[in-house]
């Protein structure tokens, strides 16, 4: 603001006039200066202006300047005469340029600027002006600003890089925020000064010195956090996306989410940080009430485990030497056989209490990660065979024949904890017998399944799972209402085998038909698997489907737009522009040729019929596929597909469109 001087220390006569100094006008030089003057001042939106390019001398006058700036003559600075530091970066080029054309030639200048005011916020300005060469010859010029921005609609204020989204963003307390990269300045909207209680925002003397003053009350340690997560997005382009904490004007602690994205130009440089801020001090605080009592629950959690080990050693000893004492007792041949019998229920009660006691402790270790399973290469046919004898004594008190049929997979290795292993398929099988028919069957099998896993499936021939029951079946000490029969158990075994399975990183499920019987199964990764299986897949895999190509989709609907690019985000390689106009489409496709024409069957103003027959005329587009979202097929284009279709379905249209697109001729 150096260039700023009173005309009361000065020799140079200043035409700006006050109403003393036109008396030494001449009478008609006079009469056009009031009128002219007069026009301008008639607004309050308005100032009027004076400056001598070569002495550097001005004059600012009206009611706008201090809008702008608590010095007018600073804020004709700040937009026209100095160093512009008022004018939004996108603008300055060609104001400075404009400025120095006119200081040596030229009469007259009208132009429309972006600037922003005393508080950060963005104004429309339209400055003019012209030039008048004094009796000595000097070349100086008279102007006036004027604020029209309250005259404009929302679309056209949102021009300003900043202001984009803040009127969407306005409606739910959201602050936006601008990183100029070129000139180092941060500007803040209204919304972030209202999250720290500054209702009319700053009035400092720059936008420099209200970020200072806004970024003071960043907590100090959460401050470097903040700054290197924007450094990253610049520089690494990682996603900006922090929270932090601010201090309220009133003396609280806010926290805030702070995200944006860095804009680069047409050579990858970078130009500037859009952001947003929003306030979630109250979804904050439950996640923090929410952590508190996870790390409680967790806190409990462990001193249960240690309860429960503790307990079960307690428990333990003495039902060992009820069992055992109980088996003395039952070898004295004087018992009678009421007496044995009561011996009998004496020791199947302990032996039914103390596996209760091991299952529990098992599914608390499991809870609290303390039962770590050893993961190695395994063959699985070695040890179900083991398991099967274990449960032998058991299928013949129950008449269950149990069938162990590996399909030649006697020597495949899986990776999984041997002893935790055989603790799941003792669960599957034992529960296949205890829940069978008299006289049923039980099937071991392995069958290979997609990308290199080897399921292993227990079938049995009993009752069956009623489908109102399916969701409990893996739930702990939910026997599904065999509690009411005669078959014992603690109905915790499939829950410790489904935690089992999933802590060695395996996949477990079933299917069962009621009356007919079920098929538990679990599934582990082979080790070394052959390559016909790591080749099965469980669902076609289009990563490399078609090659790296350029679709041009045209559309009225910003939904069906997101769902093509999620639909498509398997494939890294297929590039999608978007237009929301068939003329912009077919313009697009003139000048960038791309590998195909997506569009939907309603775009407004045109008919698939006109649009197929404008890119079929042109020898620019013609040789380019067209491929339609319709439910029902269009002779107009190459390939419709249905508007719901899934990837599979939009894979194979792109791929038979572009293997059958004639060579490319070449790009002018």
């Known amino acids: 603001m150096s260039n700023s001087a009173s005309p009361h220390n000065v020799s140079v006569h200043l035409n700006l006039a006050n109403p003393g100094e036109l008396d030494g006008l001449p009478p008609s030089q006079a009469l056009t200066q009031v009128q002219y003057l007069q026009s301008l001042l008639l607004n309050a939106n308005r100032g009027i202006w004076e400056w001598h390019p070569e002495s550097g001398l001005q004059r600012a006058t009206g009611d706008l300047w201090s809008k702008l700036h608590s010095d007018p003559e600073a804020a004709l600075c700040g937009v026209w005469s100095g160093d512009l530091g008022l004018v939004h970066s996108d603008d300055r080029g060609n104001l400075m340029t404009l400025r120095t054309r006119l200081s040596l030639r030229g009469s007259f200048f009208d132009t429309t600027i972006r600037a922003y005011d005393r508080e950060g916020q963005p104004k429309w300005l339209r400055l003019w002006g012209r030039a008048f060469t004094a009796p000595q010859g000097e070349r100086f010029f008279l102007g006036a600003c004027a604020d029209y921005s309250e005259s404009l609609p929302a679309k056209s204020l949102a021009l300003f890089s900043g202001e984009r989204c803040s009127y969407a963003l306005n409606a739910v307390g959201d602050g936006l925020w601008e990183w100029d990269l070129q000139v180092n300045e941060v500007v803040l909207d209204t919304a972030c000064w209202r999250m720290l209680g500054y209702h009319s925002g700053r009035s400092d003397s720059d936008v420099r010195a209200a970020f200072v003053h806004w970024r003071s009350h960043v907590v100090a340690d959460d401050y470097p956090a903040v700054k290197q997560a924007i450094e990253d997005n610049v520089r690494e382009q990682l996603p900006l996306d922090t929270e932090f904490r601010l201090k309220h004007r009133d003396g609280h602690i806010i926290w805030v989410r702070c995200r944006g994205n860095v804009q680069r130009n047409s050579a990858g440089r970078p130009l500037r940080v859009l952001g947003t801020l929003q306030e979630i001090s109250e979804s904050k605080k439950k996640q923090l009430r929410i952590e508190h009592d996870l790390r409680r629950l967790q806190s409990e959690n462990r ?92 299928a013949e008190t129950r008449k269950v024949s149990v069938i162990f049929e590996p399909l030649g997979w006697e020597q495949a290795y899986i990776l999984a904890d041997p002893t935790r292993f055989k603790q799941v398929v003792l669960n599957l099988i034992g529960n296949a017998i205890k829940y069978n028919r008299e006289n049923g069957r039980v099937v071991i099998t392995f069958v290979p399944q997609a990308e290199g896993w080897l399921r292993l499936s227990v079938l049995d021939t009993g009752y069956g799972i009623a489908a109102a029951k399916r969701t409990q079946v893996f739930e702990p000490f939910n026997r599904l209402g065999a509690e009411r029969g005669k078959i014992e158990g603690t109905g915790v075994g499939l829950a410790i085998a489904r935690q089992l399975t999933e802590a060695m990183g395996g996949r477990i499920g079933f299917d069962s038909e009621e009356g007919q019987g079920s098929v538990f199964w679990v599934e582990f990764k082979m080790n070394d698997a052959p390559e016909e299986v790591l080749q099965m897949a469980a669902r076609p895999v289009y990563t490399h489907a078609i090659s790296e190509c350029r679709l041009l989709y045209v559309t009225s609907r910003a939904a069906s737009a997101s769902r093509l690019k999620a639909i498509l985000t398997p494939l890294p390689q297929v590039d999608v522009q978007v237009v929301t106009d068939a003329m912009q489409g077919i313009f697009v496709a003139r000048t960038s040729r791309p590998d195909m024409i997506l569009l939907d069957g309603d775009v407004p103003g045109v008919s698939l019929r006109d649009f197929s027959g404008i890119v079929r005329g042109d020898s620019l587009t013609a040789q380019i596929p067209l491929l339609a979202f319709v439910d029902e097929g269009s002779e107009y284009v190459d390939v419709s597909v249905p508007v719901s279709c899934d990837l599979g379905t939009l894979v194979e249209g792109l791929r038979y469109s572009l293997s059958s697109k004639p060579a490319a001729e070449p790009k002018d």
């Open 303 to 394: 001193d249960r485990v240690e309860l429960l080990s503790s307990l079960s050693h307690e428990l333990r000893t003495p039902l060992n030497a009820i069992l055992g004492y109980s088996q003395m007792v039952e070898r004295d041949q004087s018992l009678n056989p009421d007496q044995r019998l009561r011996l009998a229920e004496i020791r199947k009660a302990g032996q039914h209490l103390l596996h209760l006691v091991g299952d529990v402790l098992d599914l608390a270790r499991i809870d609290s990660n303390r039962l770590a399973p050893t993961i190695q290469a395994v063959r699985p046919a070695s040890l179900v065979a083991d398991c099967r004898q274990l449960v032998e004594p058991l």
